[in-house]
Each structure stands twice: as structure tokens, then as C-alpha cells.
T-cell receptor, first 113, second 111 residues
Framework: ETGVTQTPRHLVMGMTNKKSLKCEQH?????MYWYKQSAKKPLELMFV???????ENNSVPSRFSPECPNSSHLFLHLHTLQPEDSALYLC????????????FGDGTRLSIL | AQRVTQPEKLLSVFKGAPVELKCNYS??????LFWYVQYSRQRLQLLLR??SRESIKGFTADLNKGETSFHLKKPFAQEEDSAMYYC?????????????FGTGTQLKVEL
């Protein structure tokens, strides 16, 4: 499969659970991103990885922990989330050279009970 | 700091009418802007970028540095144009190539 793939598509979890979101890109890109998309709010950039190194962390609570083991995979580990964390989590990737557009996955719809 | 403003949350037009989705930006330097579109139940995808100077699905956007605008236009709206549209501004070189998105405009094309 080509493009950016996110799993799972939907996730329901309790506040004390630990789960992980996965993102995989088959585009040969070397930068990857996590975004949060909530209803009635703009897209919020959470994390940026460039060549597998985290280059940005936009004041995201520590209950969100990203991991980028290689340039094709990105994870978002979730631990003791809050109800306000319910949202659509989008992964994107891009090339680094120049101002390249980002390619997005379908997202994971997360619901916190 | 760079910023992208889309003043309209919702824009409703009739089929065949002209469409203009507004985008203004704040950026020190030479900007490059994108328009992204998200159709119902589909992923966010790139619609066009100003550097390409091309028309995609009948849409065009011209960068106006004097007015710091990058409005998206289409002369005749089609029903399939109904979607959420986001204007986006890449950051300066380095820093992981991040994008600053506007809040989005929901375009509704009515019959």
C-alpha cells in the first residue's frame, strides 16, 4: 500500500489505559508529524520528527509520547488520557528539502471514556 | 511569528456561482503557501501550491504579497466542491518543514 497509513482507524479507551497509535509512510519521506484535529478547533501540530529526531514538541502534555524508530514509522504512545483528548489524530509525512507539502493519513478517531 | 487567517468558517454558494475562499498570512520573508482540501470522509490532501501556478479542479490561487493574501478562487462552483478547505504556510527552512494551518473554511455548494 502506498501513501500514509494509520492504525487503528478508531480507538476507544479508558482514562487509565495505555495504547499506541501507529503511522507508516511508503513515500520515501524523511520527516513525519503528529497533528490533533478537534471539533471547532484548528489543526494543532503536536510533534515533528526530522530524520528520526524530534525537532518540535508544541507544549504537548507528557501523557502523549511519540516515538520514531525509523523514517517510515511513527508512533504515538498514550497513557492516562483525559476526556478532552478525544479527537482525530492525524499523521503526515514530507520530504525535508525545501518547503515540501505534507501527505496525510486518514487519522485515528480517539474517544476517551 | 507566522500566522494564517481564514476569516470565514462557512461559505455557502449556489452551483455555478463564483467562489472565493479567503486566506491572509503573516510571514517575514518569502512565503510559499498551500491550499489543502478535505472532502467528506476522506483524508486531508493537497489541492494546490502557489509555486506551481497551476489550476487544479478549476481552482486557482494567486499570491498577493502587497495584501499578504492567497485567496482560492473558482469561477463556477460544482456540487463536488463541497468540502473543508485549509490554507497553510510552511515555516522557514530547517525546523522539520512544519506547516501552519488556518482554521479552515467549510464550502457548501447548493443546487
Amino acid at each position: 500500500e502506498t501513501g500514509v497509513t494509520q492504525t487503528p482507524r478508531h480507538l476507544v479507551m479508558g482514562m487509565t489505559n495505555k495504547k499506541s497509535l501507529k503511522c507508516e509512510q511508503h513515500l520515501g519521506h524523511n520527516a513525519m508529524y503528529w497533528y490533533k484535529q478537534s471539533a471547532k478547533k484548528p489543526l494543532e501540530l503536536m510533534f515533528v520528527y526530522s530524520l528520526e529526531e524530534r525537532v518540535e514538541n508544541n507544549s504537548v502534555p507528557s501523557r502523549f509520547s511519540p516515538e520514531c524508530p525509523n523514517s517510515s514509522h511513527l508512533f504515538l504512545h498514550l497513557h492516562t488520557l483525559q476526556p478532552e483528548d478525544s479527537a482525530l489524530y492525524l499523521c503526515a509525512s514530507s520530504r525535508l528539502a525545501g518547503r515540501q507539502p505534507q501527505h496525510f493519513g486518514d487519522g485515528t478517531r480517539l474517544s476517551i471514556l | 511569528a507566522q500566522r494564517v487567517t481564514q476569516p470565514e468558517k462557512l461559505l455557502s454558494v449556489f452551483k455555478g456561482a463564483p467562489v472565493e475562499l479567503k486566506c491572509n498570512y503573516s510571514y517575514s520573508g518569502s512565503p510559499e503557501l498551500f491550499w489543502y482540501v478535505q472532502y467528506s470522509r476522506q483524508r486531508l490532501q493537497l489541492l494546490l501550491r502557489h509555486i506551481s501556478r497551476e489550476s487544479i479542479k478549476g481552482f486557482t490561487a494567486d499570491l498577493n504579497k502587497g495584501e499578504t493574501s492567497f485567496h482560492l478562487k473558482k469561477p463556477f462552483a460544482q456540487e463536488e466542491d463541497s468540502a473543508m478547505y485549509y490554507c497553510a504556510l510552511p515555516g522557514p527552512p530547517g525546523g522539520g518543514n512544519k506547516l501552519t494551518f488556518g482554521t479552515g473554511t467549510q464550502l457548501k455548494v447548493e443546487l
